[in-house]
C-alpha cells in the first residue's frame, strides 16, 4: 500500500534528526500518570495515536492526536507547565475524586483547570490531616511516591500513653512487623505532653497505607491524633490554615523539579520555596523551627470549608 505524503514525512523525520517525543513520556507531562504506567496503559492497547493502536518505542511529533481514556491530546498544540498545589487537609475529608458515599473529598477544594488534572503525591486517611501535595505532573508524581526514590515523611503524632525506651530502640532499629512487612523510623523523637496524650515526631521513608497508626496498634497504643507537616523537601507553612490551598509560583516549581531530577541542572532558577535543606534533620524541642517556612512563597487561596 502506497503512503500518504503525511506518513512519509513522520517517518522521514521520525528516522532522522527530528525523532519527536516518545509517546509515555508526552502522556506523563500531560499529567496522566508516570512513564512506566503510561507504558503499561500502550501495552494494553489502551491507547492510540492517529487513530491507530499505539505501540511501546512509539514517538509522536507535533499534531498528531493521541486518545486515552475517552479524553485526547494534540501534541504541541499546548504546553501546559506543571503546577504544584499544596492544600492543609482537615479531619474529616477523603482523598479520593470520586466517593460512593458523598463524603467531602480534598478534590473539592481544588481549583478546576481544563486539559489536565490534579494528581495527590501521597494519601492521608479520613482521620489523618496535614500537608498533601497536588501536582499536574506524573513524573513528578511519581519520583516523590514510588518507593525506591525513599522520599522521606514527617508527623507529629499524639498517642494515649508513652513509648517505652524499648518499644523505641524497636522502631529506630530492630523494626515493628506488620501484616505487610517490616517497618522502621528513621527518626523519633519525645514531644512530651500532658496527662494520657503524649506527642512525639517521626521520620519514615515510605507511604504504605495507615502506616504509623498501624504501627502503633501493633505496640498497643492508640493514636489520638496524627498531622503530616513535611513531605520530602517540602514542609507545611504555618500560614497555611486547615482548608487552605498555596499555589506554587513557577520559579518555585522549577526548584521542586529540579531537586526530584526533572529539570535542568544548568538552568538558574531562584525564589523561596517553603523547602528543608537536604543537610536539615529535626532538632528537639524545637517545633516552630521544623514547620517554618520562607515568607516568599507565591499565591494563597483561601478556601472555605464546607458546612
Given at each position: ?77 499546548k504546553y501546559h ?105 528513621e527518626i523519633l ?119
Amino acid at each position: 500500500m502506497r503512503k500518504s505524503a503525511k506518513e512519509s514525512i513522520k517517518e522521514e523525520l521520525c528516522g532522522g534528526t527530528l525523532r519527536g517525543e516518545k509517546l509515555q513520556k508526552v502522556m506523563a507531562q500531560s499529567g496522566f500518570g508516570s512513564r512506566r504506567m503510561m507504558e503499561e496503559w500502550i501495552a494494553s492497547g489502551r491507547v492510540s495515536v492517529n487513530g491507530e493502536l499505539a505501540t511501546l518505542g512509539m514517538r509522536v511529533l507535533n499534531g498528531d492526536i493521541i486518545k486515552v481514556n475517552r479524553q485526547v491530546i494534540c501534541v504541541g498544540k499546548k504546553y501546559h507547565p506543571a503546577r504544584i498545589l499544596l492544600y492543609h487537609k482537615p479531619d474529616g475529608e477523603i482523598v479520593s475524586c470520586d466517593d460512593p458515599g458523598k463524603r467531602a473529598t480534598v478534590f473539592d477544594k481544588l481549583p478546576k483547570i481544563r486539559g489536565q488534572k490534579w494528581i495527590a503525591i501521597g494519601r492521608l486517611d479520613i482521620n489523618t490531616s496535614g500537608l498533601l501535595i497536588f501536582t499536574t505532573s506524573g513524573e513528578l508524581a511519581n519520583c516523590l511516591m514510588h518507593p525506591r526514590f525513599e522520599v522521606e515523611r514527617e508527623y507529629a503524632v499524639r498517642l494515649q500513653g508513652t513509648l517505652t525506651d524499648e518499644q523505641i530502640n524497636q522502631l529506630l532499629k530492630q523494626g515493628v512487623a506488620l501484616t505487610d512487612g517490616l517497618i522502621k523510623y528513621e527518626i523519633l523523637q519525645d514531644e512530651g505532653g500532658e496527662g494520657l496524650n503524649h506527642w512525639y515526631r517521626l521520620i519514615l521513608k515510605e507511604g504504605r497505607n495507615r502506616v504509623v497508626r498501624r504501627t502503633f496498634e501493633a505496640l498497643g497504643l492508640t493514636v489520638s491524633r496524627l498531622m503530616r507537616v513535611r513531605f520530602g523537601v517540602i514542609k507545611l507553612p504555618p500560614r497555611l490554615k486547615r482548608g487552605m490551598v498555596l499555589e506554587l509560583n513557577e520559579s518555585e516549581v522549577a526548584h521542586l523539579m529540579r531537586w526530584a531530577g526533572l529539570a535542568d541542572d544548568n538552568k538558574e532558577l531562584s525564589g523561596n520555596l517553603p523547602i528543608a535543606r537536604e543537610t536539615d534533620r529535626y532538632k528537639p524541642n524545637d517545633s516552630n523551627r521544623s514547620l517554618r517556612a520562607s515568607q516568599g512563597v507565591a499565591k494563597r487561596m483561601h478556601i472555605k470549608q464546607k458546612k
